[in-house]
């Protein structure tokens, strides 16, 4: 008797793991979709391919990693100083309203459109593709507009001309920004190290946190010398040829760090094509090695133009989750713009120093989450469907900002505690968090031969979720 009252229990335990084991396969790996290599132990010593003609896992560098997170830097830095720059170009254009009114959608619009069609082309052109070279270009691109924005803070011509040379200028710097993204996590890809895609990931927070933080310390600078708060240092020309000349520079340092990584690492895999480009004559070839341009002509090696062609629908398939995620995850990242630029202080804070206080909290929350991904016991790489519920869930962050006091008119939270912290720290944090792993993780789910192409993959998706979030954050322009 007692043995049989127990067999509709064990029934209904026995269907109750079922049912657990069923939500737990959404978040665990499955077979027909896992990682292609095991690193849960977080063993740093390179991995063996059985085949001997795969890509080999290098052995990790902080010396590598620093250059990345530089590398990082430079990706987003032009940007970051189109937008430090806006109180400058606002002086330019005040003698014509309607540039005055409309330079920034402009900015946003040349930007994002060039950007993500830059993006797409590259993608697409993998075959006979140089990543090296195209970080080189875009660099050397970068050096150049920034070069030219630096001299015209000394030209005085009328707004229309000005506006006109800014959106060339804009065009120019989305296109090189487009190189250094296919052309970077790519090439990071191709170590094998999950690490550096997240120090490229760290380093473009970094040129996020920069700019607010020298408009605060700007702002603070002028009103200590002028207690009337009259002026602004951030719209004088002297302040635009030094954020220009900055970027310029940041330009050419990351350009020989780059060549460093390049000298350093000729024999990796990833970087043949660049050995191999330099018997034609490449910006490479003038820092490699001779024992490169060796490497380079040896016909075993794999050139660009041998390099295979991975269909996007093919990478899609084999990380799906992954892939949304990073879309939806900087696609709802795109609101905070709008929100920041109308949200004032329920405590009397001056705007001038409010608004760069709370992009600079965000951007801390971004660094911090970016930073945390090297800690291994918090990594979702092998959970893309957790990730992917995670960048769903911050969609709940924008009914939070509605809670705050949008242009002044109250707030139902009376705290600027809640809002900085809150609200832009943690929204931050889940986007710095979030994004890493993304991009991290996507190595771990292709061949070895499809990392780079991967990278450059989720490179786009980042992007693309970026320019859709910009054009759908139009919708809240009353806010």
């Not at 993998?126 to 070279?133: E, I, N």
């Not at 200590?224 to 020309?237: I, L, M, W």
């Not at 940041?250 to 990796?268: D, V």
């Not at 242009?407 to 939270?413: D, L, N, R």
């Amino acid at each position: 008797m007692h043995a049989s009252a127990q067999q509709p229990q064990q029934a209904f335990e026995l269907q109750e793991l079922s049912n657990m084991d069923w939500i737990k396969s959404l978040f665990r790996p499955r077979q027909e979709y896992g990682p292609l290599q095991n690193d849960a132990d977080g063993d740093d010593t390179s991995i063996q391919d059985e085949a001997g003609d795969e890509m080999a896992e290098a052995a990790f560098s902080w010396a590598e990693y620093a250059i990345f997170l530089l590398l990082g830097i430079a990706m987003l830095w032009a940007w970051n100083m189109f937008l430090a720059a806006a109180p400058y170009f606002q002086m330019r254009f005040r003698t014509s309203q309607w540039i005055l009114d409309h330079f920034q959608a402009a900015e946003i619009s040349v930007s994002t459109v060039t950007n993500l069609s830059s993006m797409i082309i590259l993608t697409k052109l993998q075959k006979g593709a140089s990543y090296p070279r195209r970080i080189s270009a875009s660099l050397v691109l970068n050096t150049l507009i920034f070069g030219v924005l630096t001299l015209s803070t000394l030209v005085k011509v009328p707004a229309g001309v000005y506006f006109g040379f800014l959106l060339v200028a804009i065009f120019f710097a989305s296109f090189s920004t487009g190189l250094i993204q296919n052309g970077l996590f790519s090439f990071a890809s191709g170590f094998g190290r999950s690490e550096y895609t997240q120090a490229i990931m760290t380093g473009q927070a970094v040129a996020g946190v920069l700019p607010p933080l020298a408009q605060i310390i700007s702002v603070l600078a002028v009103s200590a010398k002028r207690p009337d708060g009259a002026g602004s240092t951030d719209a004088s020309p002297t302040s635009a040829f030094i954020y220009f000349l900055t970027a310029t520079a940041i330009s050419i340092i990351a350009l020989l760090a780059f060549f460093y990584l390049l000298r350093r690492h000729y024999h990796h895999n990833s970087l043949k094509s660049a050995a191999k480009s330099t018997t034609n004559g490449t910006a490479e070839g003038d820092v490699l090695t001779d024992d490169a341009r060796i490497v380079g002509s040896d016909s075993d090696e794999v050139g660009p133009e041998e390099r295979p062609s991975v269909s996007l629908t093919k990478l899609f398939l084999k990380m799906p989750f992954l892939c949304a995620a990073v879309f939806i995850c900087f696609g709802v990242t795109m609101v905070f713009p709008v929100f920041t630029a109308s949200i004032r202080s329920v405590g009397g804070v001056d705007s001038a120093i409010f608004i760069p206080t709370a992009f600079l909290m965000w951007n801390i929350g971004d660094l911090v989450g970016r930073l945390s991904t090297l800690w291994r016991r918090i990594s979702l790489t092998h959970y893309p469907f957790a990730l992917f519920c995670l960048a769903m869930a911050r969609l709940l962050f924008i009914p939070l900002y509605f809670l705050c006091n949008i242009k002044g008119k109250g707030a139902v939270v009376n705290s600027d505690f809640f809002y900085l912290v809150i609200v832009q720290f943690l929204f931050g944090l889940s986007n710095g968090y979030l994004g890493s792993e993304c991009m991290m993780g996507a190595g771990e789910w292709v061949a070895p031969e499809e990392r780079e192409a991967a990278g450059g993959f989720m490179g786009l998706m980042l992007v693309s979720g970026l320019t859709v979030g910009s054009l759908l954050s139009f919708l809240l322009g009353d806010v």
